[in-house]
């Protein structure tokens, strides 16, 4: 069966912040708050076709979840699998983007509440998400927030044909000017710097050095706060499952060419205050 990386058994000790859903809109760090380390930087173009456990590094990935991705022996990709109540197969990147282009070809994970997630996420909480709920078989979701700010829905869905029966190419265009969803090839949604505002005239602009988290999830687990439960689309039933998504391929190209840190000079989370490090 396959087994834990080394750099997941590390990871394993964050395992408590999985707890929640919500976990995976978590930081360790805030900059906002406090001076924190340095993200280390992609600074090129990095290309991962997952088919056996060797293919997904542990110098690249953290797997944060209680249980980890395996790899089927069709080599159709890493497997996320829910199981059971608790389940949340989650690996993150362990470099950052700062704009840039992500695309994931994934076949999201089937049942009700049961989500598939492809977040990018800064350590100040700007978010750009793909998500697909394991019910509905017509739609996917795409979402941002910035700073963590989850007040406002900034969702919107978009049709896909059966996302749950077939590899789709889940990609996002990031830069200081907009952000593009990209599906199957075709832009379905863009959002300008300028649209993304809060009712108080704030930016919510995703803007700051961004890693790259993949994971299954139950949005649908009775634990869930109702809330939550009714957007996954109902309660899980998990004599359904297993529900697994897989990951086929991932490709990122990092918008700063040989960087290879990034810092906040200050506590703004305001792009120009990110220090680029070649
Ligand atoms: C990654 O894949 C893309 C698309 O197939 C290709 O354009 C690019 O050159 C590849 N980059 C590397 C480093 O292999
Ligand atoms: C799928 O999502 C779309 C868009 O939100 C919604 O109109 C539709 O009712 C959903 N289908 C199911 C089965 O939940
Ligand atoms: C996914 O779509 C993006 C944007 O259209 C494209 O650049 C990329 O090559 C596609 N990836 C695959 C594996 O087809
Ligand atoms: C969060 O966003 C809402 C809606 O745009 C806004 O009214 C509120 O002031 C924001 N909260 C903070 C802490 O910025
Ligand atoms: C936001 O900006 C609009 C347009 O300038 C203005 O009418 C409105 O009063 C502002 N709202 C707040 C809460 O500052
Ligand atoms: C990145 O580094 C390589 C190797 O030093 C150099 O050839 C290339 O011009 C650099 N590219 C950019 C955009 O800085």
């Not at 282009?101 to 089937?110: E, G, I, K, L, Y």
């Not at 100040?124 to 793909?130: A, F």
């Amino acid at each position: 069966m396959p087994t834990t990386t080394r750099a997941t058994r590390i990871l394993l000790t964050s395992l408590t912040l999985l707890a929640s859903a919500l976990a995976q809109t978590s930081t360790v760090c805030n900059p906002l708050d406090v001076t924190c380390p340095a993200d280390p930087a992609l600074g090129t173009t990095f290309n991962n076709t997952f088919s056996s456990m060797s293919t997904m590094s542990g110098d690249i990935w953290s797997s944060l979840g209680s249980t980890d991705p395996t790899f089927p022996a069709d080599d159709s990709g890493a497997a996320f699998t829910v199981a059971q109540h608790g389940d949340a197969p989650t690996v993150q990147s362990k470099w950052y983007v700062f704009w840039g282009h992500v695309s994931v070809m994934m076949r999201a994970a089937p049942g009700t509440g049961i989500i598939s997630s492809i977040v990018l996420l800064s350590d100040d909480l700007d978010e750009i998400d793909w998500e697909v709920m394991g019910g509905n078989t017509t739609h996917v979701e795409t979402n941002y927030y910035g700073k963590g700010n989850t007040t406002q829905m900034n969702s919107e869905y978009f049709p896909c044909d059966d996302p749950q029966g077939g590899f789709h190419n889940y990609t996002v265009n990031w830069d200081y000017r907009e952000i593009q969803w990209i599906l199957d090839g075709t832009v379905v949604r863009t959002v300008t710097y300028g649209q993304a505002v809060g009712a108080d005239n704030k930016t919510m602009y995703p803007q700051t050095p961004m890693q790259l988290k993949i994971g299954s999830w139950a949005g649908g687990d009775a634990s869930e706060p109702e809330g939550t439960r009714e957007w996954a689309g109902g309660l899980t039933d998990y004599a359904k499952g297993p529900f697994t998504m897989t990951v086929q391929s991932v490709m990122v190209q990092d918008g700063q060419i040989n960087s290879t840190d990034y810092t906040y000079s200050d506590r703004t989370g305001a792009w120009p205050s990110i220090v680029v490090a070649q």
